[in-house]
């Protein structure tokens, strides 16, 4: 091209970045990779290998291993073998490789971004720029939380073993996300890349043997979905750590259940970005670039939805139609496009379809009249306008270039667009005004909320969804407690402790005076004390078997009715942690001045002594006291992100919660359980004990002269383990806490996959109520709450 003709079209030039350097890296390796175990390349048992090609050419880049079972258990072997030294080498020994790591990066960044953006096909300004300077920022801060662990995370230890399994769009990102923490916290790992983008964690690999990293603490085996199915039923592995799709993380979800392993789950995204009237459009036609095609949409928190107010809405179409006219789309490795290609065919073909389905269902679609390269997987850009909420395209994740826009008249409107969705992953809201943002953002269901921003990150701050877009947070200190356990996990029993009892003086049927007035505990829904749906009652018997009393035996319409009581409770959630607290004192006062009562009913339920049921009573009422104190005192964080923002750490009731209280210590159970989720401004659907719930249907006497509102907390008695299964299965129900057998903790687990509760299980395991290192404070905290980072612009 001339000059002369330059001037005239103003067209770019081609801008190719060097690729010499991931040549040479992948000629040493003879273009075949191995796996990477114990510090070694070695040959997959199978000797099966598989391609990995540039979507940008359609070019053969090299030869990947496919792991099986047998190579997964190597790696296994390895990393159980390296993670004694790993521990005990310290915070600070971790510290030193993970900075070692970071500094690597640092200087081997262009071969990442290089090498990533010709294997996943996405810009090479977006790795170079984004990718790889927060990959290296990932280890350092992580590097930092190693040093750190003693003092900051003194109650918890590392968990073992951890499987991590990640997805293509951010390969090498995604691998740090998962990494960094594990490291840090003293656990070792096996990890496995997905099958279209192996080749920076193989790279990865190299850094690792190059800071001499011990061997055996990172393993990288390469394959498709059998592998990763193989290290998340590997008996060994202690944790897996999940990104990828909503399907998948619900496989996963099962084939874990019962096992113990803790998994956190990283999934799919159908996230709002919502405009107000008064956005500044110009910055918001920006952001929607950012949003929708950064990573030509790859990516799980993608603004795929622009909510867009009514007044405005014709405008800003217009504005994003010109800008998309000069997205340029091409090679990945030039340095001028804003768009490269979709990662593989089979993706560009989900992507096709759903397009269609969505031009068939009658919405209008817009694209640019640029043209897409042939000789790779390219797909345009695209607008989709005036999408009804029910259609397809506004319901399903089409992780590709496509904006599908609505519009809305009220804040209320928006906000029930943006909630219209099963997943929960991020949000980004544009308004000039910031009351009218910070009014909405806690109104959003999802884990991040971008305020006049969006698709921002960074290691200091927390990730993960809210729904069926997974559970745990990576980054930030919240994404720690993913790799830990408390210390007090190992102190838990098998069988709970056993309690002395005496037996109930015998009447021979002799007395002369009248009969006891009947008293009939009932259901407690909705502040109103119930009769069961089905009209029977169930026996209570005291340990020695005598009866005692009958409770209903709830069902399904009850579990049912209860949910929607706690659904329609909205007084409980919006009151203050102050207001809340007082209504704690309340309840402990209220208990206190009928402790005599609750005594002498722990004593008929457990034939304990009087002198351990005091004790129950009073430990119950110190427990409500320390809820009550932390009721506003568990706060969230302000995280010194990078970018020019502050985000704050917002924890946030989980929803509605299923409580099903342990069978031992009948009323210090159910208040070590119900009270902490209680706090946090969770409305509750309690399942008490089974053998003992005359506790419970006492207690709700006291809530109800304490001031909790109907609906906040609900009792619903009966079999356990049966009203325990309509919970998990409920998708009203956010949360489960289950404590009770193995076999029940597994059904839970398995039950609640289709809606990807957040669920916490004892496994069989006992705790002693009385030990508050093992049974109060932030650990039960923690499971009652979600945190969601709200990013606000800030500072120079
Ligand atoms: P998957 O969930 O299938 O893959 C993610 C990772 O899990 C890959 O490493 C994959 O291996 C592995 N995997 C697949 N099946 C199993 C299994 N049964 N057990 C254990 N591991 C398994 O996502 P895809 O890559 O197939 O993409 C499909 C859709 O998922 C996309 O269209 C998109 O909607 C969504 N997605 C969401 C992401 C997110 O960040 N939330 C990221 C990527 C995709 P392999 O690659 O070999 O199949």
Redesign the pocket.
């Known amino acids: 091209m001339k000059v002369q003709e330059i001037f005239q079209t103003m067209e770019y030039g081609p801008a190719p970045e060097s690729n010499k350097e991931s040549i040479e890296f992948l000629d040493s390796h003879k273009r075949k990779f191995g796996l990477f175990i114990n510090g070694k390349w070695v040959k997959p048992e199978s000797n099966e290998y598989f391609e990995s090609i540039n979507p940008s050419t359609k070019e053969k880049l090299a030869e990947i291993a496919e792991a099986n079972v047998k190579d997964v258990d190597q790696a296994v072997k390895a990393a159980g073998k390296a993670l004694k030294s790993w521990v005990e080498i310290g915070g600070h020994g971790r510290a030193r490789y993970m900075y070692a790591l970071a500094r690597q990066i640092q200087k081997h960044a262009r071969l990442f971004a290089v090498l990533e953006s010709m294997d996943n096909g996405k810009p090479i300004r977006e790795t170079r720029d984004i990718d790889i300077p927060l990959v290296a920022r990932h280890f350092y801060h992580h590097a930092g939380w190693a040093q750190l662990m003693d003092t900051e995370m003194k109650d918890y230890k590392e968990i073992g073993v951890i499987g991590q399994?990640?997805?293509?769009?951010?390969p090498l990102l995604?691998l740090s996300w998962k990494i960094a923490p594990s490291l840090a916290m003293g656990n070792t790992v096996i990890l496995?890349?997905?099958?279209?983008t192996s080749l920076t964690a193989l790279l990865f690999a190299d850094i690792c043997k190059q800071i001499g990293l011990p061997t055996g603490v990172v393993n990288v085996v390469t394959?498709?979905?059998?592998?990763?199915?193989a290290?998340?039923n590997h008996p060994d592995v202690k944790k897996i750590a999940?990104?990828?799709?909503?399907?998948?993380?619900k496989?996963?979800r099962k084939?874990t259940a019962g096992s113990g392993k803790k998994i956190s789950l990283?999934?799919?995204?159908k996230s709002p970005f919502i405009v107000f009237e008064d956005a500044d459009l110009d910055s918001v036609v920006e952001g929607v670039v950012d949003a929708i095609w950064f990573n030509q949409g790859?990516?799980?928190c993608a603004g795929s939805r622009l909510l867009v107010q009514e007044s405005i809405a014709e405008k800003l179409y217009k504005k994003i139609r010109v800008r998309m006219e000069t997205l340029r789309i091409g090679n990945s490795l030039d340095k001028t496009i804003d768009i490269g290609a979709i990662v593989a065919p089979v993706?560009l073909k989900?992507i096709e379809d759903l397009v269609q389905k969505g031009i068939d269902e009658g919405n209008t679609i817009w694209q640019p009249t640029l043209v897409c390269p042939t000789d790779g997987y390219f797909y345009p850009p695209t607008l989709f306008t005036d999408v009804a909420p029910s259609s397809s395209i506004a319901q399903e994740?089409i992780?590709g270039p496509v904006l599908v826009g609505m519009s809305f008249r009220s804040h209320g409107e928006a906000v029930k667009l943006a909630n219209n969705t099963r997943y929960g992953l991020a949000a980004s809201i544009w308004t000039e005004n910031i009351n009218l943002a910070l009014d909405v953002a806690p109104q959003i269901k999802a884990g991040t909320v971008w305020i006049n921003c969006t698709n921002v990150f960074d290691a200091a701050s927390g990730f993960g969804g809210y729904r069926e877009s997974g559970f745990g947070r990576e980054g930030g200190k919240e994404g720690l407690y993913e790799y830990v356990k408390h210390t007090s996990d190992s102190e838990f029993r098998d069988s709970p402790k056993k309690i002395k009892t005496t037996e109930p003086p015998s009447s021979n049927g002799s007395s002369k005076s009248l009969p006891k007035i009947d008293k009939t505990p009932k259901l407690f829904i909705g502040g109103k004390q119930a009769r069961p749906d089905g009209g029977n009652s169930m026996a209570v018997l005291d340990t020695f078997g005598n009866q005692i009393s009958e409770v209903p035996k709830g069902n399904r319409k009850d579990i049912r009715n209860a949910v929607e009581a706690a659904h329609s409770c909205t007084a409980w959630g919006s009151l203050t942690g102050h207001a809340k607290a007082q209504v704690l004192y309340y309840i402990a006062e209220n208990l206190s001045a009928r402790s005599a009562e609750f005594v002498t009913r722990i004593m008929q339920q457990t034939n304990q002594s009087q002198t351990d049921a005091e004790k129950e009573v009073a430990t119950s009422i110190e427990r409500i006291y320390t809820y009550a104190a932390w009721a506003d005192k568990y706060d969230g964080n302000v995280h010194h992100t990078i970018q020019r923002n502050i985000t704050i750490a917002m924890p946030e009731k989980v929803g509605v919660m299923a409580i099903i209280c342990p069978e031992e210590l009948p009323l210090l159970g159910l208040i070590s359980t119900v009270i902490p989720a209680l706090a946090m401004g969770n409305s509750l659907i309690v399942v008490p004990s089974e053998k003992s719930p005359l506790s419970a249907t006492d207690l709700y006497q006291i809530l109800e002269t304490s001031d909790v509102p109907g609906g906040a907390v609900n009792i619903v008695t009966g079999h356990k383990d049966e009203l325990c299964k309509e919970l998990a299965k409920h998708d009203d129900v956010d949360g489960l806490w289950y404590f009770g057998s193995a076999q029940g903790s597994k059904d839970v687990e398995l039950l609640s996959a289709d809606n990807l509760k957040r669920t916490w299980v004892s496994y069989g395991k006992y705790r002693d109520w009385y030990d508050k290192s093992q049974s109060e404070g932030r650990e039960f905290l923690r499971h009652a709450i979600e945190i969601k980072n709200i990013w606000v612009p800030y500072g120079e």
């Open positions: 399994i990640i997805p293509w769009n951010f995604m496995k890349p997905a099958e279209f394959g498709h979905g059998d592998t990763g199915a290290i998340v999940f990104t990828g799709s909503t399907e998948v993380g496989i996963i084939a990283e999934l799919g995204g790859q990516v799980c993706q989900v994740e992780f």
